[in-house]
């Protein structure tokens, strides 16, 4: 609630406890009912604006409880997706790393691989590695020439194709022909 709502709920508990207290009193001094017409009608809009601020604020407390179930599935969903996610990234690593074994590239050619498949230029591999941008286009090439790639963009497409699936204009889209086309890369 806002302060203001707060403070206006204070002033309505403070008018319905003076009036209360004025009609318990007037009660007390024999004062007749029609009389005290104007003190019950006060009282009556204060306990119905009571009575609205507290269903109002049993919804919102309500609305908060959905939310927190909402957002605890949500994060229990989160929790399962990001599992399912971190099992794949470990898969995909073991195939990519066997590729390196089979390319028997060096440990070096590897690091230059993989910020090359992050889309990093030559220039920022080298300032990474703490090495010269000639080192890293040494590595890049040792590794073209061992995958059977003419670049960069074949080396990321051979380790993306599959992720991606076949493209409409492939000739032949069938899993064997995929596989066999793997294989002769290899």
């Known amino acids: 609630m806002?302060?203001?709502r707060l403070l206006f709920l204070g002033y309505v508990l403070v008018v319905l406890g003076s009036t209360a207290i004025e009609i318990v009193n007037e009660l007390a001094t024999g004062q007749k009912l029609l009389e005290m017409l104007d003190d019950f009608a006060m009282f009556a809009i204060s306990v119905l604006i009571?009575?609205?601020f507290v269903r109002d604020w049993l919804a919102q407390q309500r609305a908060i409880a959905q939310l927190r179930e909402q957002l605890a599935g949500a994060s229990g969903h989160l929790s399962e997706i990001?599992?399912?996610s971190q099992r794949i990234v470990g898969e995909y690593?073991?195939?990519?790393?066997k590729q390196f074994d089979a390319w028997r590239l060096?440990?070096?050619e590897q690091d230059v691989v993989l910020a090359l498949l992050k889309g990093l230029s030559f220039r920022e591999i080298a300032q990474l590695r703490e090495t010269r941008e000639k080192t890293v286009r040494q590595h890049a090439a040792n590794v073209y020439r061992k995958a059977r790639v003419a670049g960069r963009h074949e080396l990321a497409a051979w380790f993306f194709e599959d992720l991606l699936g076949p493209t409409a204009r492939s000739v032949d889209t069938s899993p064997a022909a995929n596989t066999s086309s793997q294989q002769t890369r290899s």
Do not use: N
């Not at 690593?93 to 790393?97: E, F, I, T």
């Open 50 to 52: 009571v009575t609205l």
């Open 93 to 97: 690593r073991q195939v990519v790393q």
């Open 2 to 4: 806002g302060a203001v």
């Open 82 to 84: 990001d599992e399912d």
């Open 106 to 108: 060096t440990a070096s």
